[in-house]
């Protein structure tokens, strides 16, 4: 099983500046050391968060559907100590229908993994398979971006990309990079990004790709009386990394802490 989202991009992943110094993996791997446990994490990617958390002596199991970022956590991975590596487990699979046969203290859904499931049906089915892999009194994080009002209505998002700072890769390629909303369904709640890339070779040389995927949105009480539903007990909502009560700024995250 793979996923046609994230085929390109995977490969330029971890050098995207906005990812590389997005505040959350300190706050990802004080949550994993403190579960006092092993810890899944669904949505691993390239490992932007899962390989700290496995630095910090933490036993990590991180799942996927995407092979080619699974692919690329592979070839990160290969460059760790034996250590680390002993403390990483990868799993390809659907969050929606996973089943690993271990139990964690910990579950996290970082970087709004869990907003491509794009049906309440989905969403239900994700949490119920998270639901089964923690111990009891298992925690969960899930990260999820709170929708702007003036955004989301905002057309100008569509009209015309918005540029991300430059950044160059290790053969010396320069990478431009720019999204844009290319379509909006209000009633489901859904929004449809597009990535624009110009890669400019070292020989002068240029090419050019743009992929897409869709993301579905979620509103702080909405996430929390679904999580209710599915049998966790919602224990805090931050607005930011730094654990700021939910709407300390907007829109902010909506990062829920629950345990099932």
């Not at 909405?222 to 224990?235: D, H, P, R, S």
Request: proline share 7%; aromatic share 10%; charged share 25%.
């Amino acid at each position: 099983m793979s996923c046609p989202e994230y085929e390109i991009s995977a490969e330029f992943y971890d050098h995207v500046a906005i990812y590389r110094s997005r505040p959350d993996v300190g706050f990802f791997v004080e949550t994993a050391r403190a579960a006092g446990g092993p810890v899944l994490e669904v949505g691993c990617g390239t490992g932007r968060v899962l390989l700290p958390c496995a630095r910090a002596g933490v036993p990590m199991v991180g799942l996927d559907v995407s092979r080619p970022m699974l692919d690329r956590l592979r070839e990160k991975l290969a460059d760790e100590t034996d250590a680390v590596r002993a403390r990483v487990r990868i799993v390809e699979a659907d969050m929606r229908s996973f089943e690993i046969g271990e139990r964690f203290a910990c579950a996290l859904l970082p970087f709004r993994s869990f907003q491509h499931m794009l049906t309440p049906a989905d969403q239900r089915a994700a949490l119920r398979r998270v639901k089964a892999h923690l111990q009891p009194g298992g925690l969960m994080v899930l990260d999820l971006f709170n929708p702007s009002i003036p955004m989301l209505g905002d057309p100008a998002w569509g009209r015309y990309p918005i540029a991300e700072p430059e950044f160059k890769m290790p053969d010396g390629r320069r990478v431009a990079r720019s999204y844009r909303v290319v379509g909006r369904d209000y009633a489901n709640q859904r929004q449809d990004v597009e990535f624009l890339l110009g890669v400019a070779h070292p020989d002068g040389r240029t090419e050019h790709h743009a992929e897409g995927f869709t993301l579905r949105y979620l509103f702080r009480y909405e996430a929390e009386y679904l999580l209710e539903c599915e049998g966790f007990a919602v224990e805090a909502v931050y607005g930011g990394y730094d654990r700021t009560p939910f709407a300390t700024r907007y829109p902010g995250e909506v990062i829920l802490v629950a345990r099932a």
